[in-house]
């Protein structure tokens, strides 16, 4: 695709084209796109991918898509698409204090969940073992294969055809995935991201861009605070459980020292907006000082870097992973939320098996050629509509299925 100059045309008049730090993504020198399109007259490539994605069919099913807790538990739970607006808010607001470009980091940020399945990591987990003589089931790997493949919006293309910036930063915003001899780094590459890389070289031994970092982490801030307000709401955690925490403990301690008559609710929000604003404060102080030492000049010394910019200070570091091993322990672990997994768990696996003993069973647009398919391709296939279910159609499929449903909530 030809290259739009940086500050001509629609840079006088405020679509994006805008100067920008040298390491920064500029999308007026976008690697472009698998399908070459003409460029948008009042949007910058990286605004026309963040459009995409939030008219996408997948964006809107994240809206009733587990986060910890079964979407229909209570309105006030986060689901997977508020999780998402949440993430999207702190990734633009890092790679605005970095300079980066916040359209792209958006981006990333609202599509980086698109291949989780109903009921969280639970029904991944359980599509995992199913799909297991297939290559197993990679919830990072599906959104690739959702927003290059499934989703079907447009005359000339599969997918969105989204910018080479935002898959890549979807598919490394957390880290490398090969080493330089193109060995994977977490176990085999999926086939997924192999196959669409030989194609458009998302470059799987380097790290993603300052953007996509930055989305990266910002789901980190995100689910770290927003996973304790949801277990408090819950009553699986308290405020006093996290007393002894260094990252919540000295806030909250500060919080009670200056409103001690605040009641508990208030409370719990005043912990929850310190500590987002402590999280960035120190991501943007540490991600600062990393520049300044590594000096990059292009986006290709990000990518080249040899380690992340955008992370925690050692110190913060610790407290984040302290406060992740609580919420394992005292949360994702807990009994309730156990036996809601167990019931969960049968659910995707008993509807896998029914599809794929009868792929007839799925609905027009799915089940097309699998009478003739190997297993391989009758199995991905089921694995693509069971990935794409929501958590509520899942159970309307099983009820529709069975004899007993289990009871989730």
Same mark, same amino acid.
């Given at each position: ?15 994006? /084209?805008?100067?920008?730090?040298? /390491? ?52 006030? /739970? ?7 607006? #949440? ?6 607001? *890092? ?10 980091? @958006? ?16 029904? @991944? ?12 089931? =990679?919830?990072?790997?599906?959104? *690739? ?8 919006? /447009? ?21 490398? *995935? ?22 458009? =070289?998302?470059?799987?031994? +380097? ?81 600062? !000082?990393?520049?300044?030492? *590594? ?8 990518? %080249? ?34 036996? @809601?997994?167990?019931?969960?768990? +049968? ?9 794929? !003993? =009868?792929? +007839?069973? %799925?609905?027009?647009?799915?089940? #097309? ?19 794409? %279910? ?8 099983? +009820?529709?299925?069975? =004899?007993?449903?289990? @009871?989730?909530?």
């Amino acid at each position: 695709m030809e290259e739009r100059q940086a500050g001509q045309g629609l840079g006088d008049i405020g679509f994006g /084209y805008r100067p920008r730090v040298p /390491y920064a993504c500029d999308p007026a020198r976008s690697r472009g796109r698998l399908v070459d399109e003409a460029e948008s007259p009042t949007r910058t490539p990286f605004q026309r991918d963040r459009d995409r994605i939030v008219h996408s069919t997948a964006f809107r099913r994240l809206k009733h898509k587990t986060q910890v807790f079964v979407a229909h538990e209570g309105d006030h /739970y986060r689901t997977r698409l508020t999780h998402t607006i #949440e993430v999207a808010q702190i990734a633009r607001a *890092l790679a605005r204090a970095l300079r980066g470009d916040e359209d792209l980091a @958006e981006a990333v940020a609202l599509v980086h969940d698109f291949g989780h399945t109903p009921f969280g990591h639970t029904g @991944e987990d359980a599509l995992n073992e199913k799909m297991a003589p297939w290559g197993g089931f =990679d919830h990072n790997a599906q959104s *690739l294969r959702v927003v290059t493949r499934l989703e079907r919006r /447009y005359a000339e293309f599969d997918g969105l055809n989204l910018t080479w910036e935002t898959l890549e930063g979807l598919v490394k915003h957390n880290g490398p *995935l090969v080493d330089h001899q193109g060995n994977g780094l977490h176990g085999p590459l999926p086939r997924t991201i192999r196959d669409y890389s030989a194609l458009h =070289d998302l470059e799987l031994d +380097r790290f993603a861009s300052l953007e996509a970092q930055c989305a990266a982490i910002a789901d980190d801030i995100a689910y770290d605070t927003h996973d304790i307000d949801d277990g408090i709401r819950s009553g699986l955690l308290s405020l006093d459980m996290l007393e002894g925490l260094a990252l919540p403990g000295s806030i909250l301690k500060a919080v009670r020292q200056r409103y001690p008559a605040l009641d508990l609710v208030r409370t719990g929000h005043e912990l929850m907006r310190r500590q987002i604003t402590a999280m960035v404060e120190d991501v943007i102080a540490t991600a600062s !000082a990393n520049l300044a030492r *590594l000096k990059p000049q292009s986006p290709d010394d990000v990518h %080249m870097a040899g380690e992340a910019i955008v992370t925690f200070s050692p110190r913060m570091a610790e407290e984040e992973k302290e406060l992740k091993a609580f919420l394992y322990t005292h949360l994702y672990r807990h009994p309730d939320v156990m036996r @809601e997994r167990v019931g969960a768990e +049968r659910i995707v696996k008993d509807l896998f098996d029914a599809y794929f !003993a =009868d792929p +007839r069973a %799925m609905p027009e647009g799915w089940r #097309e050629g699998l009478d003739r398919a190997d297993d391989r391709v009758k199995a991905r296939s089921v694995a693509d509509f069971l990935a794409g %279910m929501t958590d509520t159609y899942a159970l309307k499929e099983h +009820r529709g299925r069975f =004899d007993r449903t289990p @009871e989730l909530g």
